[in-house]
């Protein structure tokens, strides 16, 4: 009986302390009362997930935000895979632990709304959107209301190597406003006179396919969310002229996203189409400096399509479960929807171009770049990004991508684009209808 | 005598030859990723296979851009309570399994290693709701929990108890030992060996353990070491400077356990008990 009296009492005493450590816990977690007082000191939570990048940016429009409104305190997070958490967070119906802000890429901002509709609150009214490109709005919107802020440009361009297409014989305005056969030709003669491949991506990534099809306006779905991969012109037109780059050799397709970055700093391509974040990888192989220039992204020849897409790309949402959304919307507003010194501060530093028209005419966006020959990129890219179509990602984007990346490579291996198409859009309908 | 030596020798030649080559390419990696921490980002991408001298302003970089200090510890704390809690709540189990086995039990162990066969992600969400609720999202505990005890080390250490001999036992209970005593006093010192792989293996768990931490680590302060990895490589750029530097220290703690039980830990593993 001792042994058995022993033994269990140590057990007890174990759960014990688990169980007093739990309520511990909980006594100190237990949240403040919210306070409606316009003075009283409020903080704000923010997600987002890249120092250099977004984390800094938001820290910059809170000090901004602060000299108007001192009791603001903003806690700026530098979270990981914050898609995963805030699913989980969602799913479970637990926000308590939400913050009041979170950027989400633009890829899955319709997504996060439509599968938790009650989750995020409608901007509408609290922030002025008008003076954003109008593509990066579409992405934010769902059942006619706005979620997203914009934030990060994702306009693409082609950054291209000036000293090796010069010694191709070519002039960099050669590859300025061209569609892709011609861009295919180009490089070629690049290819023969250099040995340097054209342009790089990474194997088996379905980011050409995308930038091509927004260039045509068009997506995976139409308006009612309904499917059209196989019968959509764009996306025949867009796995044609994947296959036609790879086959002519212009295309050099690096193991992963590393080895793509080491084509660019290694000068083992001419150029890269890309969205203009990539400036920050490029920048950093200084021995390149002005050897670079940008054009904007070739366009379909057959299909009706201009020279400007886009390719990533974030926005601030704000959770319905925050205690202070208006003070929340407000921040937004005077900053990332309002205010030329934020955007003026921030692009120098950590070459966030945003996509708030106003900001284009500061003086800071028609600074020569030395990088890039002392072109004046910036007052370039903002401009691409005001042409770029619009389109509606919908809620399976990251689903239709996949099939589609999958097509594509069957396509490369030899498979028929109808049959290969036929395929990806009865399983993409499948997957949707489970 | 002299002729088996001869006949043997070029067969040794051969093993110690090809064991360098397969140590050679392990060990590659490691030596990469060390000489990587002392390069600029470019240089690495670029393939540098050199020291360079960069090796200060990644640490300067590192510590300064990230909270590397806080995560270290964060993890140190967690894997070392997990580990501990864990050896200890397992070792029991699995001595209880063998000691005082009988059919009840062993049915019982079967059901336990069916629930090896329960993928993490399909008891996430509930999970984190239990946690949620019961106020233990970033807490060291709220971590170490689930995997306090595992199918895998209760199995484990009742495989490894099959040797310890019962004659022990039946010997400290005429004794007047208590039945806990009796597993304080004289398994724990027999099983050391045990102990020591299975401390190994726990310890690495919880260092690398990704998906559940990051779920229910809602704030900086309580972030581990893998998800700060994670961090440094989410952003449009990554500095695989600082990246290596990150990754380098935080395979220090499980290179110094490992070499330093590595011989218990080979035997642990075979289950040999002296």
Redesign the interface.
Known sequence: MMKKGSFLGLALALGAVLVMTACSKQEAAAPAAATAVSDAPVTLTVWCWDPNFNVYAMNEAAKIYQREKPNVTVNVLDITDIEQKITTALSAGEMADLPDIVLNQDNSIQRFVQTYPDAYLPLNGKVDLSKFAEFKLDVGVYEGKNYGVPFDNGATATFLRRDIVEQAGFQVSDFNDITWERFIELGQVVKRETGVAMVSTVAGSSDFIMLMLQSAGKWFFDDEGKVTIKDNPAVVEAIKTYKALVDSGVLLQAADWNAYIATLNNGTTASTIQGCWIIGSITPATDQAGKWAVVNTPRFANVDSVNYSSQGGSGWMVFSSSKHPDIAMDLLNKTFAGSTELYETILPSSGAIGTWLPAADSPVYSEPHAFFGGQKIYEDLVDYASKVPRVKYGVFNYEARDVVGRAAAAVLQGASIDAALDEAQKYLEFQIAE | MNNAMKKVRPAVAFMYAFLTLIALVSAFPFVWMALASTN???DI???RFFFGLNLLENWSALFS??PMASSFLNSLRNAVVGTIVSLFVCSLAGYGFQVYRDKAKDRLMAVLLLSMMVPFASV???L??MF????????T?GII?PSVSTAFLIFFFRQNSAGFPMEIVQAARVDGL???GIYLRIYVPVMAATFAAAAIIQFMGVWNNY?WP??IL???EA?TLP??L??IT?????D?GILMLAVTISTLPTVILFFTQQRRFVSGILGSVK
């Open positions: 600029k980002s470019v991408v670029r393939g851009a990230y996430m969400i509930p984190f709701r949620s609720q019961a106020k233990l999202l970033n807490t505990l929990l208590s039945e806990f998906l990051l779920i809602l704030k900086k972030q998800i700060m994670v961090s989410s952003g449009y750029t990554t695989y």
